[in-house]
């Protein structure tokens, strides 16, 4: 007795029950086995603050299908799970929660406010593991790491220090990127640059030297005092100006290099200088230097040994080296220099500028380039062996193009700021000694010089007791945290307890689940996929590949797979601001999750961008609901003492119908194509395959073929037995209803789970192309009977006769052999000839080696539908011309929106088509 599947497919009933049956039954779970390959992916940590959203969802679906695939393989699969603590994005979070109850991070002071991030952590940090679940990622949720879990700073610690000692990790005061809002500092991947329309100021600065002449084109200010005109997008930052620089073939300047000029609204006294790098072009040619606030005049200042003066707090507002412009706001200050510039006569002229500015990732404040004694990791050396790898192809990219993107970042690699000024974060392990600070204690006392590269500084695992100069006990350690990014290079390997796993083959005394680490991470790393966006290529693939050739000596992945960016049907970029969000967790609760996961994969072309609708996800849902419905009529009609036998030892393949020959031969045909597209990363193919094979060759076709006869013993168990390794192959798609109709199918042995049954093998031998054309044929026949018959509008209960004209004999003899199907599916009475002979009377059409002619007679009245047909073909004349005179006004080409005269031009071409098409019905009823 076989249960029988409900009506109706009902998600809500079988997704929570299924996916807590995985759970229950460890069916994630993974350990190393030396029978079996390993595969394993680590899942792109998402930020502890994080809430799903159809990024995630496209994301963690891809990474799901490779997984379940893989598992299904026979392959020890492990899909390493784990939050990232995001730093900035958690502490803004937190900051805003207890700004509710009226208070700030420093009311609390850094220890309490540290509790009570992990007070929310706790209570909110798992919102999107749970959320993940919903949409079937089969992690090993027991595994579940943590960016900032104790076993895991450990791994943190240790490369810091490890990189210290190499000479790889320094302190500098450097122009960095400087987030006003936040008040950290951020690296230059961190604050990515938006295009503004600002204005160009042109400011009059004084000689001091009486008797010299600048170009006569800048004039002079009010008095006497000749002056030299810069150019300047943001004036604000004159007042930490330490020179003027000039290019020294600029003729209009030669003969001042070297003069001082008097700072306007400062009173400073500075310097023309010359450097061939200054741009003759750009504004005046004169330039401004501000080395305390641009990384050009930064190396300007530098290179000539300037002063660098910083007129900035770190909250953004002026400093006292800005005098009377104190305490106000930078943009404030702006218009309030530009006023009394303008008042003394020294703002030339203002003009409209094109600029590009840095805006900090998180709060989206324009950065300010700043001066700031910060922390290093020097990249070059790392990144040598990290470019080498992706070039000897050890690392692949999907698709290909990334590989350039990847490789130009790589070969022109800044250094990297690591330290940031906020709370929650791993604490840089660096102490400092403050008598050593004060004064300098004598060489004899320095007793490490390997790891500490600078007296008073000490860089060290554990907090020492005492200073290795000067044995003083008076240490602190430093208040900056390390970049979130610092945590997460480290990824593939520290989430298996690196470096713990690499010295002992002891249980690890970190994990409550008692692994043996080192077994864990020699056998899982290398990793073999990432799966990740391309916006975090930098952030964190390159770094990745640098930090396991650095720490693993082997890189931490081969294929490295980069899919597109999810955009609403417009093509923007979905976000708050815009509304226009699709909200997985609501698609699931109205569509069910096989419907958001198949929908998402099936319209995602590799490496494109995803344009979606709402209405994208009814595919999803169609089809769903059509292998319920489809597997429902099966189940009803299945026999299962017909079933269970061996096909391949019960039937001999000629002993086989033709139509049993053709679907076999077209699901081994399609699983064959599924295998190398998912070995491509293909994921929209193989998702589309399956789709066209079970709705249109197994539903359409072949079930349609075999109804009159579906009890025959070889139909049973040709229709069973495609319906099961059908399912089989779908589950990495669609885990849950496959799941469902799976355990519903009389297995005749005792089963777990679809999800940990063997990959379908791909029966060569079976593989039939001539029958596959034979019946393709057949089908192509059909469908031409179909489309005519709606073309001369007979009615769907009409039965027509029909002549089909075929000199292939071998196709007709197939012709002849399925006569009844073909009759019973194009609702005909048919007639197989060998040659065409035209009658009077018939409405025929060529297909490939095909005639195909429908007797008029009983079928129409040819009178009445030849003058319909007139009146249809005069109406599309007067259209085609309405819209061609429309297209034809340049008025309306050039005033309307593009799109709206694309749309006129389609419909055009869709009216001439549509008149082609009628024309030739007419021509064919003469």
């Not at 891809?62 to 390493?80: F, N, S, V």
């Not at 073999?528 to 720490?551: D, H, K, N």
């Not at 961008?609 to 089809?623: A, I």
Request: include cysteine; charged fraction near 30%; glycine fraction near 4%.
């Amino acid at each position: 007795m076989i249960d029988e599947l409900s009506k109706q497919y009902n998600p809500k009933e079988t997704e929570d029950k299924w996916y807590k049956f995985w759970e229950e039954n460890d069916l994630f779970c993974a350990k190393p086995n030396p029978k079996k390959k390993p595969f394993c992916i680590v899942i792109p940590p998402p930020n502890v603050t994080g809430i799903l959203h159809m990024g995630h969802a496209l994301n963690n679906t891809i990474q799901d299908i490779l997984i379940r695939y893989h598992r299904m393989k026979g392959e020890e699969a492990l899909w390493m799970p784990g939050t990232d603590h995001a730093g900035i994005a958690t502490q803004n979070v937190v900051e805003k929660s207890i700004a509710k109850e009226g208070l700030k991070r420093q009311d609390l002071g850094r220890d309490k406010f540290i509790e009570r991030v992990w007070q929310w952590r706790q209570q909110y940090g798992s919102t999107i593991i749970h959320q993940l679940k919903k949409i079937g990622a089969s992690c090993d949720w027991q595994r579940t790491r943590f960016t900032m879990d104790d076993e895991y700073s450990k791994s943190v610690l240790e490369v810091f220090v490890r990189l210290y000692e190499a000479g790889l990790i320094y302190q500098g005061n450097r122009i960095i990127n400087w987030c006003p809002r936040c008040q950290t500092a951020l690296s230059d991947e961190e604050a990515p640059h938006h295009d503004l329309q600002g204005n160009l100021y042109y400011l009059r600065y004084p000689l001091k030297e009486q008797g010299l002449s600048p170009a006569s084109t800048y004039g002079q200010a009010k008095g006497t005092v000749p002056y030299v005109v810069v150019a300047t997008t943001r004036p604000e930052t004159m007042l930490g100006d330490t020179a003027v620089a000039v290019n020294p073939k600029d003729k209009r300047y030669k003969h001042l290099i070297g003069k001082t000029i008097v700072l306007p609204l400062a009173h400073r006294e500075i310097k023309i200088i010359s450097d061939s790098a200054v741009d003759m072009k750009f504004g005046t040619g004169a330039v401004k230097i501000t080395p305390a606030h641009d990384p050009n005049d930064y190396a300007t200042g530098k290179k000539h040994d300037l002063e660098f003066v910083n007129v900035m707090y770190p909250d953004g507002r002026m400093n006292e080296f800005a005098g009377d412009y104190k305490d106000m706001d930078r943009f404030e200050a702006r218009e309030v220099i530009l006023e009394d510039l303008k008042e003394k006569g020294l703002l030339e002229k203002v003009e409209p500028h094109a600029l590009s500015a840095g805006h900090c990732y998180r709060c989206h404040t324009i950065i300010e380039p700043y001066l700031s004694k910060q922390w290093f990791v020097k990249m070059a050396p790392l990144a040598k062996p990290a470019i080498e790898a992706v070039k000897k192809e050890r690392i692949k990219f999907h698709p290909k193009r990334w590989t350039k993107v990847y490789l130009n970042w790589m070969e022109n690699i800044q250094d990297w700021c690591i330290s940031r000024q906020i709370w929650w974060g791993h604490r840089l392990p660096v102490y400092y000694c403050k008598k050593c600070l004060e004064t300098k204690a004598p060489e004899s006392k320095i007793k490490d010089r390997k790891s500490k590269i600078e007296q008073g500084i000490i860089v060290s695992r554990i907090k020492p007791e005492k200073c290795p100069w000067c044995g003083s006990s008076d240490i602190y350690q430093d208040e900056d945290v390390l970049d979130t990014w610092f945590s997460s290079w480290l990824w593939p390997f520290a989430t298996f307890y690196w470096p713990a796993g690499t010295v002992s083959t002891e249980v690890n005394a970190f994990s409550s689940k008692g692994t043996v680490p080192k077994e864990d991470l020699n056998y899982f790393y290398p990793t073999s996929v990432l799966v990740t966006a391309p916006e975090i290529i930098f952030f964190w693939v390159a770094r990745m590949i640098m930090s396991g050739l650095e720490f693993m000596k082997d890189i931490p992945f081969s294929d490295v797979y980069i899919h597109g960016t999810v955009r609403d049907i417009e093509g923007k970029k979905m976000s708050k601001s815009l509304g226009n969000i699709i909200d997985p967790l609501e698609i699931i609760k109205e569509y069910g999750t096989d419907a958001l996961r198949f929908s998402l994969i099936s319209i995602t072309a590799q490496g494109q961008d995803v344009y979606l609708s709402k209405e994208r996800f009814e595919q999803g849902r169609n089809f769903a609901n059509k292998i319920w419905n489809a597997s429902r009529y099966i189940l009803m009609n299945l026999e299962p003492e017909n079933v269970q036998v061996d096909l391949c030892v019960f039937f001999k393949k000629e002993d086989l119908s033709i139509v049993n020959r053709w679907i076999l031969s077209r699901f081994y045909s399609v699983l064959k194509e599924i295998n190398k597209d998912l070995g491509s990363f293909k994921f929209n193919e193989a998702a589309n395959l399956l789709y066209g094979f079970f709705w249109h060759e197994f539903c359409d076709w072949y079930l349609e073929l075999i109804k009159s006869d579906i009890k025959n013993k070889q139909n049973q168990v040709v229709m069973y037995k495609v319906l099961e390794k059908f399912l089989r192959t779908l589950q990495p798609f669609m885990p849950f209803i496959t799941e469902e109709v799976w355990q519903k199918l009389p297995q005749g042995r005792q089963v777990t789970s679809i999800m940990v049954e063997p990959w379908p093998h791909v029966q060569e031998q079976v593989i039939d192309k001539k029958t596959e054309s034979k019946l393709l044929a057949i089908f192509e026949a059909i469908t031409q009977i179909r489309n005519m018959r709606a073309e001369l509008d007979i009615p769907l209960q009409a039965t027509v006769k029909v002549k089909i004209a075929c000199g292939n004999k071998p196709k007709r003899e197939v012709l002849k052999q399925l006569c009844v199907d073909i009759e019973k599916l194009a609702k005909c009475e048919l007639i197989i000839e060998e040659d065409y002979r035209h009658s009077q009377g018939e409405f025929v059409n060529v297909l490939k080696d095909l005639h195909i002619a429908i007797v008029l007679a009983g079928a129409i009245d040819v009178d009445t539908y030849k003058e319909k047909l007139k009146q249809k073909i005069d109406k599309a004349n007067q259209d085609i011309k309405a819209k061609a005179n429309l297209l034809g006004n340049s008025n309306f080409v050039k005033n309307a929106p593009v799109e709206i005269v694309e749309k006129e031009k389609e419909k055009l071409a869709e009216l001439e088509g549509l008149l082609k098409k009628m024309q030739g019905i007419r021509d064919g009823l003469k």
